[in-house]
């Protein structure tokens, strides 16, 4: 379970949701602001911590309709072309992502009528499309509306729930009749350049300034004489 919470101390449903993922036997907890506080990702380690698992859980608090920064920056440099989608990346293929979030503001927010504009379903696609481009099938969502004012018996109760579908997993009710991974196959024409290109590319646009540069400069000073 990846947990993304930049203020902890803060929290008043996501902490105790960390805390109750902890107590289940079998359970990876991974606290990214705990484990990289300067945001260096080790992309090795994470991806090895993924191998491992078969349920892949991102616990957070929905922030600007998104993720917090630093589960950002894992996507970004953790599920990796040629390991995690491409033509060679099938590291996650088969394996289910779950979203359990929390929203501050209350359900009925999230409306065409509401200060957010949209249902709270318009915001999904983003970690839907994240799964299907792996091979990932999306499980149902766990959202938790209005955490900043719930009554502590909707938090508590809510936990709950959260602690036994995960201990339960994946003996729910409604597996079966979820749909199979999505394939989102990459061409290999579409596929980025690779690092190593890209810093020969960067050494070699550099050595041609330098050499354009120090034959203006050779120049000028033989004019100047």
Request: some cysteine.
């Amino acid at each position: 379970m990846l947990a993304a919470h930049p203020h902890w101390r803060d929290s008043r449903v996501n902490r105790r949701l960390l805390a109750a993922a902890r107590a289940v036997p079998g359970v990876d907890v991974n606290d990214l602001y705990g484990t990289y506080p300067d945001y260096a990702i080790d992309v090795e380690a994470e991806q090895r911590r993924l191998e491992r698992a078969q349920l892949v859980v991102l616990l957070h608090p929905i922030q600007w309709y998104s993720m917090p920064a630093l589960q950002k920056l894992w996507v970004d440099e953790v599920l990796a072309y040629g390991w995690a989608y491409g033509p060679e990346g099938i590291a996650l293929q088969g394996k289910d992502l779950w979203l359990v979030a929390t929203t501050g503001s209350p359900e009925s927010s999230y409306h065409p009528q509401g200060y957010h504009r949209f249902f709270f379903d318009a915001f999904l696609p983003p970690y839907e499309q994240t799964a299907a481009l792996c091979g990932m099938r999306f499980l149902p969502p766990l959202i938790f509306h209005g955490a900043r004012s719930a009554p502590e018996a909707e938090v508590a109760a809510h936990v709950e729930v959260f602690a036994q579908r995960l201990g339960s997993y994946p003996d729910w009710p409604e597996m079966d009749e979820l749909d199979a991974c999505v394939a989102c196959p990459v061409p290999e024409s579409d596929r980025p350049a690779e690092s190593d290109d890209i810093g020969k590319v960067v050494s070699r646009v550099f050595q041609s300034a330098m050499s354009r540069g120090l034959s203006a400069t050779v120049g000028g000073t033989g004019g100047s004489a």
